[in-house]
């Protein structure tokens, strides 16, 4: 720092004043330390550093001179990669070609794979067919699903009964879709996009939307389970307690072989202040047998990316 406050003092000598040849060396020599300073690594990189600084705060004042841009539309978690269907079980905006619509019933951890039965097609116009008849030949006991109740709104697992408990049993509230083996997507059945979600959702088993769900269930012998329960406690997701009281009623009797099974949401809670997790909480749930899909249901095509 030393050395350039000198030259600059040599070459303020020379604005001012004239030169004597010994003054001129001075300069010339000083001229010649200027260059080199100026050339050095060190200096050509605090140089690049003014200059980067001097350029950001430029960036920084023209972007705080810009318009605010408008906010991104709200996502919708209900609607997003999802396609539904119009009242001739067709889903509209289908442009994948014929895909299967497949039943998942076990895991085969040697070959790390879902092993699934094939229960229909979506046609390339997107048309469904159902025709669940293939036997399942992995079940697991009619008594576990106390313990695999994949809705978990039973609290109190005593208040299960079950007829021919050992019968082999398997339930889902949806079907993959499959394409050259490969799942693209899910296909569930209600009246409803958010409760066709919500149950399929860990995080959102316990929301209040009213509606229903379908469920495929498959059993080897005619057994039934039955459970009729009351509570009350808390159903808050985000730490904030959220007491309520709940009715949860199951009365499925179920003959060999396929059956639909109808889950439906009946009252809620409302939690207009709470986060979005927290939003409402179902009053009743009520899952009985049904003999063929309402005539009001609606398909839903959930993609891969979705689900």
Same mark, same amino acid.
């Given at each position: 720092?030393k050395?350039?406050?000198?030259?600059?003092?040599? !070459?303020s000598?020379?604005a001012?004043?004239?030169q004597?040849p010994e003054?001129?060396k001075?300069?010339?020599?000083a001229?010649?330390?200027q260059?080199s300073?100026?050339?050095?690594?060190?200096?050509?990189?605090?140089i690049k550093?003014?200059?980067s600084?001097?350029k950001?705060?430029?960036?920084?004042?023209?972007?705080?001179?810009?318009?605010?841009p408008?906010?991104?539309?709200?996502y919708?978690?209900?609607?997003?990669?999802?396609?539904?269907?119009?009242?001739?079980?067709?889903l509209k905006?289908?442009n994948?070609?014929v895909a299967? !619509?497949?039943?998942?019933?076990n895991?085969?951890?040697?070959?790390?794979?879902?092993?699934?039965v094939k229960?229909?097609?979506?046609?390339a116009d997107?048309t469904i067919?159902?025709?669940?008849?293939?036997? !399942?030949?992995?079940?697991?006991p009619?008594?576990?699903?106390?313990n695999s109740?994949?809705?978990?709104?039973?609290?109190?697992a005593?208040?299960?009964?079950?007829?021919?408990?050992n019968?082999g049993?398997k339930?889902?509230s949806?079907?993959s879709?499959?394409?050259?083996?490969?799942?693209?997507g899910?296909?569930t059945i209600?009246?409803?996009?958010?409760?066709?979600?919500?149950?399929?959702t860990?995080g959102d088993?316990?929301?209040?939307?009213?509606?229903?769900? !379908?469920?495929?269930?498959y059993?080897e012998?005619a057994?039934?389970?039955?459970?009729?329960e009351n509570?009350?406690?808390?159903?808050?997701?985000?730490?904030?307690?959220?007491?309520?009281?709940?009715?949860?009623?199951?009365d499925?009797?179920?003959k060999?072989g396929?059956?639909?099974?109808?889950?439906?949401?009946?009252?809620?809670?409302?939690?207009?202040?709470?986060?979005?997790?927290?939003?409402?909480?179902?009053?009743?749930h009520?899952?009985?047998?049904i003999a063929?899909?309402p005539k009001?249901?609606?398909?839903?095509?959930?993609?891969?990316?979705?689900?």
């Amino acid at each position: 720092m030393k050395n350039i406050l000198f030259i600059l003092m040599l !070459l303020s000598i020379q604005a001012v004043c004239g030169q004597t040849p010994e003054q001129q060396k001075m300069i010339e020599k000083a001229e010649r330390m200027q260059d080199s300073i100026m050339n050095t690594p060190e200096m050509k990189a605090m140089i690049k550093q003014m200059e980067s600084i001097e350029k950001a705060q430029k960036s920084a004042f023209q972007t705080e001179t810009k318009t605010i841009p408008k906010g991104k539309a709200n996502y919708d978690k209900y609607l997003t990669n999802t396609l539904s269907s119009n009242n001739n079980k067709k889903l509209k905006g289908w442009n994948n070609g014929v895909a299967d !619509l497949v039943f998942d019933y076990n895991y085969d951890v040697r070959n790390d794979k879902v092993v699934s039965v094939k229960v229909g097609i979506i046609k390339a116009d997107g048309t469904i067919e159902l025709n669940p008849i293939n036997k !399942l030949p992995i079940l697991k006991p009619l008594h576990n699903y106390k313990n695999s109740n994949r809705f978990f709104d039973i609290h109190n697992a005593d208040v299960y009964q079950f007829k021919n408990e050992n019968a082999g049993f398997k339930m889902n509230s949806y079907l993959s879709v499959q394409q050259n083996n490969i799942k693209i997507g899910t296909f569930t059945i209600g009246n409803s996009a958010k409760v066709t979600r919500n149950l399929l959702t860990p995080g959102d088993l316990y929301f209040g939307d009213e509606g229903y769900m !379908l469920s495929w269930v498959y059993v080897e012998e005619a057994c039934a389970i039955r459970a009729n329960e009351n509570w009350k406690g808390d159903l808050g997701n985000t730490g904030t307690p959220l007491i309520v009281e709940t009715n949860v009623v199951y009365d499925l009797s179920l003959k060999s072989g396929w059956n639909l099974v109808k889950t439906e949401i009946i009252g809620a809670y409302q939690f207009p202040n709470a986060p979005e997790e927290d939003r409402s909480r179902f009053k009743k749930h009520n899952h009985t047998v049904i003999a063929e899909i309402p005539k009001d249901a609606t398909y839903f095509f959930r993609s891969a990316e979705h689900y």
